[in-house]
């Protein structure tokens, strides 16, 4: 491609946020059936974040979004478009993504969410990356965050013990480039199978029950076709972009289970060590999981400049997606 201009979509920024209240395993243990030993050996949480009645999906995710200008060093107004992944919305309309617009100031441009439950981040990502290869903007927000506690049965230990809020951000920007090796998005690669509805989905809505309902789950049947369509999709990825598994610096997963992981890591011959995990500080964040991983290992210096990163993520619908990035 030497000599050949072409457009990426490039990493500038990243960011992230938490609610300031930690859950352990042991205080959730005093109010619902369950243990410590036994939420850590299915699924490695240790802790969780919850948010209080100040904060919500649109205040964790403008944090995240602030965060994530300032390690970039861009102002606020320069940002022409923001896609936020969301399942927990503020308000079913407007877009919670024109709330974060208002707040960072840069109104005007577009700004509006989408819904792919946990690949939800993974969606938003590959949309951005369109629209900035196409030049309807220059500067990207991806958000993902979520205000999961708020869909939980809190009677249910099977499922409130895995879930927690949170808010992760990436900025990116549409760059010319002229080489093979620059950095910046290679390849993306989205699915979904509506037949799976049942097994992962929330008993309401605005156009069914006029609730907001609880979210309900039958994780083994999940588990499974978890580790099979993230194994596919990442070989998807990996074949387009020209690459193999041994290619790769880094894979930030969707932090679901961290039994989840190992099984993918290990049907792609990865080793652990190059798997970032970080499901045992903030449990399953749904659409924030990945993007607030990947600012956890951008941050701790595990991710650096020129290296190889794969994000991979498979929620509710079924959805599942994942993407190739140099950074």
Request: proline letters at 2%; glycine letters at 10%; a negative charge.
């Amino acid at each position: 491609m030497s000599g050949q201009t072409f457009r990426r979509s490039v990493l500038i920024g990243t960011g992230s946020a938490l609610p300031a209240r930690k859950v352990s395993n042991a205080e959730l243990a005093a109010k619902v059936d369950t243990s410590d030993e036994w939420i850590v050996e299915r699924t490695g949480i240790r802790n969780r974040h919850i948010a209080d009645d100040s904060e919500t999906t649109a205040s964790l995710a403008t944090l995240a979004a602030q965060r994530a200008l300032e390690a970039a060093g861009v102002d606020g107004s320069k940002v022409d478009l923001i896609v936020l992944a969301t399942a927990t919305p503020n308000q079913t309309f407007p877009a919670t993504a024109t709330i974060v617009q208002n707040a960072i100031g840069a109104n005007g441009g577009i700004a509006f969410d989408v819904a792919a439950v946990c690949s939800g981040f993974l969606y938003a990502m590959g949309v951005a990356d369109s629209m900035l290869q196409s030049g309807m903007a220059k500067t990207a927000l991806v958000i993902g965050a979520e205000t999961f506690s708020r869909i939980l049965d809190w009677e249910d230990r099977t499922t409130c013990v895995l879930f927690g809020d949170g808010a992760g951000a990436i900025l990116l920007e549409s760059r010319e480039c002229d080489s093979a090796d620059a950095p910046g998005i290679l390849a993306t690669r989205l699915h979904a199978d509506g037949a799976h509805n049942e097994l992962l989905f929330v008993d309401g809505g605005a156009s069914t029950t006029g609730t907001v309902g609880h979210l309900r789950m039958k994780g083994r049947e999940v588990f499974r076709h978890a580790v099979v369509n993230l194994s596919n999709v990442l070989r998807e990825v990996l074949e387009e972009a020209g690459f193999s598994s041994e290619d790769l610096d880094w894979l930030v997963p969707h932090q679901a289970n961290a039994r989840i992981l190992e099984a993918t890591a290990k049907k792609l011959n990865m080793p652990a060590s190059k798997v970032v995990i970080t499901v045992q500080d903030h449990a399953n964040t749904s659409a924030a999981s990945v993007p607030l991983a990947l600012d956890t290992a951008i941050r701790d210096g595990r991710i650096k400049s020129g290296q190889l990163v794969m994000l991979e993520a498979m929620g509710g619908g079924f959805t599942w997606g994942a993407s190739l990035l140099r950074v």
